[in-house]
């Protein structure tokens, strides 16, 4: 990936006499010698490609020449031998493709001679928070310390400028999705294979990130769901210990990561390989719903416009069916929206600058009947590839049809 082009597409965002820091983060601690499992700040690895502990990424725009230098964890061979290979400078610079690498010790000595030196007069930082009442993480904490040691700096985030740009995917970024939503479908074809009454729910979850562990890929893209029954109309039901029962249906929304990006899928399939004509009323009009939107999707139009419309689909089956007599009422069975941006985060950053969809977007379509008087959960949910003039579903050939469905689950 050309992640040089996208530092230079940062450049042009940034002020002239100023600096970005941006740091990959540290693994948060657990207790004794455990950590959590380390994720790095996501504008950090959109920007360098690199997704390892305890570096840095500084940006300089302060006379004519752009400057550039990417920190990392020096190489030492005895903690090597209990935390594996740290990277080198040579494959830094390969993934990254900054030219000056340095060792993260002389990160303060470095910034020091940045600020007494060539004066910046801004500073920018990743301080994105998703909700106020989180902890500040690990690049606002060093925003606010950095304030501390050079007072009267002026600090702004450059989260709105990354998230503006992932939100538009290069070939690269689609290329990698399209590899995960292509694990997702083994994966998803092989709980298919295996699927019958008396199931835990976890049991069809471990079949499935078995599937996906073997195929190499990262791991999951966030908790799977399996949800049979009543449990199928709790939106994020991740508890996964009920037993599936006969002649229910079960609801997984699940994905693989790989190499960074995610694929977003949810089937909702019968436990026992066929569909009583009850649930297959309410089966239909979701997948009308979700193809309709698909057909829909295009540049131009909002995420609201396309939930709009899915709503009135899935309005008008359920009037068919007389379980509502309006449209607004609609809510009663469908209460969240039709779409997302999906990217190196599952719900994908947005700006709203960008609301209108663009080709290069990936976003995804997943409508859904939650019924709780019968017991029925239904969400059919894809990924769709903005195009110039409509979308490419990514997720085509991941079976959805009643027919396709059952077929394939009376083949095993
Ligand atoms: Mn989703």
Known sequence: MNYRERREKVYSQMEEKSILILYSGEALHISADAYHHF???RQFFYLTGIRRE??????EKCGEKLEETLYIEPVDPSVE?????KMTEEEAKEISGVEAVAVMDSLPSALDRIMTRKLPKKVYFDTYRHQMSDLPDYNAAKAQAFI???PGIAVESIYPAVAALRMVKDADEVALTKEAVKVTEEALNHVLATLKPGMMEYQVQAEFEYKVKSLGADGMAFPTIAGSGINGTMLHYETNHDVCKENTLVLLDLGARVKGYNADITR??????KFTERQK??????LKANRSVAEMAKPGLTLK???DHCKSVLAEGLIGLGLIEKEEEVGKYYM???SHHLGIDVHDVTVPEQAKLMPGMIITDEPGLYIDEEEIGIRIEDDLLITEDGCEVLSESIVRTVEEIEAKMKER
């Open 148 to 150: 501390s040691a050079y």
């Open 336 to 338: 969240h929206g039709v």
């Open 39 to 41: 994720e790095a700040n």
């Open 305 to 307: 416009e396309l939930n």
């Open 281 to 286: 009323q309410f089966y239909n009009i979701v």
């Open 54 to 59: 305890n570096m840095a990424l500084v940006l």
């Open 268 to 273: 909702t399939y019968p436990v026992s390989g």
């Open 81 to 85: 031998r209990w935390v594996g290979k």
